[in-house]
């Protein structure tokens, strides 16, 4: 299994939208509708922010979203806020038990 | 809200084995998957493997032959062994909870070095 590729970085201004790729294969992303988002803080543990591709765990905001095409998957952050600055990961289940990261994509907030 | 804490050795010898416990409260491990995922300074994050809670466990296929994960019910715990470790191991080692990694313990950064 080969790790999922993303941005390594994206930038947008306060109140604007983004959206981060997340690029997989047929035999991850592109078959198995098992793809999940996390942030990260500097020094903190990721956050699930998405899972099972569109949904939002308890407590997120619906300015995080989801969604995914082929074997591409995308995260949007609507209302872009400061505290949204971070590195997001996405993860996807790759059959056999078996899951895989993206090597992540730092989101500066302008 | 389940919680997760890790704890051992914050330093190894090379050739020698890492182990890390994480111990679950606010829940029954008897429930969920159970994973280890790690994360090599200012890179990004691996996942090792993950065991449910009766016991038959998934590796990744790159750590397959090193790696070994246990669960332990009467103490609510799980537990991680890596075996022969180089430099290229050290790294923040997170244990993880839930069938969407859902809770993640704060990670304990763990050093290969004589």
């Known amino acids: 299994q080969s790790a999922l590729t993303q941005p390594a970085s994206v930038s947008g201004s306060p109140g604007q939208s983004i959206t981060m790729s997340c690029t997989g294969t047929?035999?991850?992303?592109?078959?198995?509708?098992?793809v999940s988002w996390y942030q990260q803080h500097p020094g903190k543990a990721p956050k699930l922010m998405i899972y099972?591709?569109?949904k939002r765990p308890s407590g997120i905001s619906n300015r995080f979203s989801g969604s995914k095409s082929g074997n591409t998957a995308s995260l949007t952050i609507s209302g872009l806020q400061a505290e949204d600055e971070a590195d997001y990961f996405c993860?996807?289940?790759?059959?056999?038990?078996?899951?895989?990261f993206g090597g992540g994509t730092k989101l500066t907030v302008l | 809200q389940v919680q997760l804490q890790e704890s051992g050795p914050g330093l190894v010898k090379p050739s020698e084995t890492l182990s890390l416990t994480c111990t679950v409260s606010?829940?029954?491990?008897?429930?969920?998957?159970w994973t280890w995922i790690r994360q090599p300074p200012g890179k990004g994050l691996e996942w090792i493997g993950y065991?449910?809670?009766?016991?038959?466990?998934n590796y990744s296929p790159s750590l397959k032959s090193r790696v070994t994960i246990s669960v332990d019910t009467s103490k609510n715990q799980f537990s991680l062994k890596l075996s022969s470790v180089t430099a290229a191991d050290t790294a923040v080692y997170y244990c993880?909870?839930?069938?969407?990694?859902?809770?993640w313990g704060q990670g304990t950064l763990v050093t290969v070095s004589s």
């Open positions: 993880v909870g839930g069938y969407n990694f859902d809770y």
């Open positions: 606010g829940g029954s491990i008897s429930g969920y998957y």
């Open positions: 065991i449910p809670y009766t016991g038959s466990a």
């Open positions: 047929s035999s991850d992303v592109g078959t198995y509708n098992f």
């Open positions: 099972d591709v569109t």
């Open positions: 993860c996807s289940y790759a059959g056999s038990g078996f899951w895989v």
